[in-house]
């Protein structure tokens, strides 16, 4: 039974050659039965010892073993010259794919000869049967060894071959990469033969051109060789133009200093303090109650000469008495009709005197609602037929800055924008016109002009820039609404332009400042009804106007000390005052026959202003 159990092992051992399990013989162990039945029939002959007969060669095979047959598998694939497949020894097949096992025979009796036990002999026969069991063992161990030996045998087999499959694998891939790229390199060198092709065509256009461009040198040195004797000749031409170039420079700048002097004089000849006289036209609510204007008459013929006329009745009413007259002369008189524009260009040479290195200073005077704010700014700075000298004068001096540049002058302009309210100075640039009050100073102490040190100075380099500035003061200056006028300016305001002149191939440099004066109105109480804080700012209007007419009146008398001090705005305009800038005045008069006598006023101070005599004004040259 071990022998069988052993084949059996054989068989499955060898598993890829499909070998079938031993039957199983019967067993030939001893029973009781049968003994009795051996008894019965008689005497049996003895059991033979079973020997492992076993030759001395290793490639016998054992007893009871069927022979081996060969089993072919095939090797796993390597580089090189193929080799032949393994050969497996694997046990002959009977019947259906089943292993036939030999019957085992009986081991040989000792001493070589065959003997057979009685029956009766149970312990030699059980003795026996021990004895062939332990050959069955052994034999059992043997082909166990060698199955283990023939699986592991398999296993390796099995691994080359997984090898050898990957091995074969590995190796498709590359020929497959090889062939990819094999044709990839076919294809870059038709590519490439392409390419080759074209660069030899486009050698032999390239040649071709440049003979074509060799003879065109040619050609061109011929005519360089013409040019340069053009080119001396007109090099000696530009030599001559530079000459008359600089001579007439020259010539120019001669001609600009003397139209300087020339317009100085003519403005000198006008007189150093001049005085315009604008009388504003009636507003629509205004014609109702005044159907024209009887009191104020216009000579046809002269610009420059106003009337005013008023009855004079009786004391007792019995009879009538002729007109009282009033003429005033002045430098100019504009009609109610007149227009911004046409008010501007009377005044735009004393703004090119600006230009021109000398002080020049613009203000408005006359009673409240008489139009002095409309004539200094107008009612909106951006609308251009009816801007006012501020906006308009500004405009003219960027103009005028951009001809000079052509002569060789570069100018730097820097705006500030400061009011007089209740005797004290507001910067109406600043974040908050009621931040502080500013002070009135002397530049140096070897100096007479004066300044304000912490004024805010913006630096400014074109008109849109400067009217941005004149909407933030406009929004900032303290107005209020009186019985008078619902929009009064309860200060007067002060816009200066500084401007920096250079002109570095002469070496020469020019500074002035132009100051534009829009003053409060002056106000009788009875009319205004002011009370309370519109009182005090009327009272301190009134004051400071009463100073300025002071100061006219003692530089039109040249007394030795004039009361710049008295007021704020006379020390502030000092400079102006004082001779050494141009000063031109607007006395603004009011078209209602009920303002009589403050228009009546109004004339009156102007025609002594329009009388005063002061210095020369002096340019700011270096």
């Known amino acids: 039974m071990a022998a069988v159990g052993s084949g059996g092992s054989v068989g499955a051992a060898l598993g890829m050659a499909v070998v079938a399990p031993l039957p199983v013989p019967p067993s030939r162990l001893p029973v009781r039965r049968a003994a009795a039945k051996r008894a019965a029939s008689g005497p ?4 033979p010892e079973q020997k492992r007969a076993r030759s001395g060669a290793a490639s016998s095979q054992p007893p009871g073993r069927a022979p081996l047959r060969a089993l072919s598998v095939p090797a796993a694939p390597e580089p090189g010259p193929p080799r032949k497949a393994l050969t497996v020894t694997a046990a002959p097949r009977t019947g259906k794919g089943n292993c036939g096992a030999a019957p085992v025979p009986a081991a040989a009796p000792v001493g070589g000869a065959h003997r057979r036990r009685a029956a009766w002999d149970l312990k030699g026969q059980l003795s026996d049967l021990r004895a062939a ?12 060894g060698e199955n283990r030996q023939l699986r592991e045998q398999l296993r390796e087999l099995q691994e080359a071959l997984r090898e050898r499959e990957r091995r074969v694998e590995e190796l498709d891939g590359r020929v497959s990469t090889l062939s990819t790229e094999l044709e990839k390199h076919r294809q870059e060198s038709e590519l490439r033969g392409q390419q080759l092709e074209e660069l030899r065509e486009a050698d032999r256009e390239l040649s071709a051109r440049l003979e074509a461009a060799e003879a065109q040198l040619h ?13 001396a000749e007109l090099r000696l031409r530009a030599e001559s133009q ?7 420079e020259e010539l120019q700048h001669m001609l600009e200093m003397e139209r300087r002097r020339l317009h100085n004089l003519v403005q000198e000849l006008k007189g150093n303090i001049r005085v315009f006289c604008r009388v504003r036209p009636l507003l629509a609510a205004e014609k109702e109650k005044q159907k024209g204007m009887e009191h104020l008459h216009f000579p046809p013929q002269d610009n420059k000469t106003l009337v005013l006329l008023r009855e004079e009745e009786s004391h007792i009413g019995r009879e009538r008495k002729e007109d009282l007259k009033y003429d005033f002369s002045f430098d100019r008189v504009f009609r109610p009709s007149a227009s911004q524009e046409e008010v501007f260009e009377e005044i735009s040479l004393l703004v090119q005197s600006a230009l021109d290195g000398y002080h020049v200073c613009i203000f408005a005077y006359g009673q409240t609602g008489s139009g002095k704010t409309y004539t200094m ?38 705006a500030s924008f400061l009011e007089i309210y209740n005797e004290s100075l507001r910067d109406l640039l600043g974040a908050r016109p009621e931040c502080g009050e500013l002070e009135i100073r002397r530049v140096s102490s070897a100096s007479e002009e004066l300044h304000v040190p912490n004024l805010r100075r913006v630096p400014v380099a074109s008109e849109d820039e400067v009217l941005q500035l004149l909407q933030t003061a406009t929004a900032n200056r303290s107005v209020a609404r009186t019985a008078l006028n619902d929009h009064s300016s309860r200060s007067h305001s002060i816009f200066q332009l500084r401007i920096d002149g250079t002109n570095t191939a002469r070496e020469l440099r020019c500074s002035s400042v132009l100051s534009l004066v829009d003053l409060a109105g002056s106000e009788r109480l009875d009319k205004s009804q002011s009370q309370g804080k519109r009182l005090r700012e009327t009272q301190s209007i009134n004051t400071s106007l009463s100073s300025l007419g002071l100061v006219i009146m003692a530089l039109a008398k040249k007394e030795p000390h004039i009361p710049y001090r ?4 006379t020390y502030l305009l000092q400079n102006s005052l004082g001779g050494n800038a141009k000063m031109l005045m607007f006395v603004n008069i009011s078209p209602l026959e009920e303002n009589f006598s403050e228009s009546l006023n109004s004339l009156r101070f102007a025609s002594k202003v329009n009388e005063c005599v002061v210095g020369t004004a002096h340019a700011n040259r270096k």
Do not use: C, H
Request: glycine share 6%; no cysteine; net charge positive.
């Open 242 to 248: 530079a000459r008359r170039l600089r001579e007439q």
């Open 566 to 569: 008295n007021s704020k705005l």
């Open 133 to 144: 069991l332990g050959n069955q063992k052994e034999k059992a161990q043997r082909l166990d």
């Open 219 to 231: 050609q061109t040195k011929a005519v360089l060789a013409q040019s340069d004797s053009e080119v």
């Open 44 to 47: 049996q002959p003895a059991a």
């Open 377 to 414: 700014e107008g009612p909106d700075a951006l609308d251009p037929e009816r801007r006012g000298m501020i906006p308009r004068a500004v405009r003219q001096v960027f103009q005028g800055a951009q001809e000079l540049a052509e002569k060789g002058w570069q100018y730097r302009f820097s």
